[in-house]
């Protein structure tokens, strides 16, 4: 079991940036972040693998979130910039021991942070 506690969310101006972390208690080859905006399902944002060599993101985001992971401290990043209203959302940090195909869905994955909260105002 592995638990994941994700912080950094806030609530920022459109343009602005954010940084969420997230901290795992242990190692998997394959951690990414989704979101989940009221009345809408569970997307993926980005996720990252084999140790940091290879990155997805969602097109919506693409260009202005960058993920990132730290294996020594076992933290995974979103650095989110030039963010948008349509970016609010409850944002998930999740963790898998197998990375595959299609890795924005949902059921794809073992482990699921309780998640931070970005606003981001018009």
């Given at each position: 079991?592995v ?21 795992a ?98």
């Amino acid at each position: 079991q592995v638990r994941l506690v994700e912080s950094g969310g806030d609530s920022v101006q459109t343009g602005g940036s954010l940084r969420l972390s997230c901290r795992a208690s242990g190692y998997t080859s394959c951690v990414g972040w989704f979101r989940q905006a009221p009345r809408k399902e569970r997307e993926g944002v980005a996720r990252i693998y084999d140790g940091g060599g290879v990155t997805d993101y969602a097109d919506s985001v693409n260009g202005r979130f960058t993920i990132s992971r730290d294996n020594t401290k076992n933290t995974l990043f979103l650095q989110m910039n030039s963010l948008r209203p349509e970016d609010t959302a409850m944002y998930y940090c999740t963790a898998s021991y197998r990375c595959g195909g299609a890795w924005h869905i949902p059921e794809r994955y073992d482990f699921w942070g309780q998640g931070t909260q970005v606003n981001v105002t018009a």
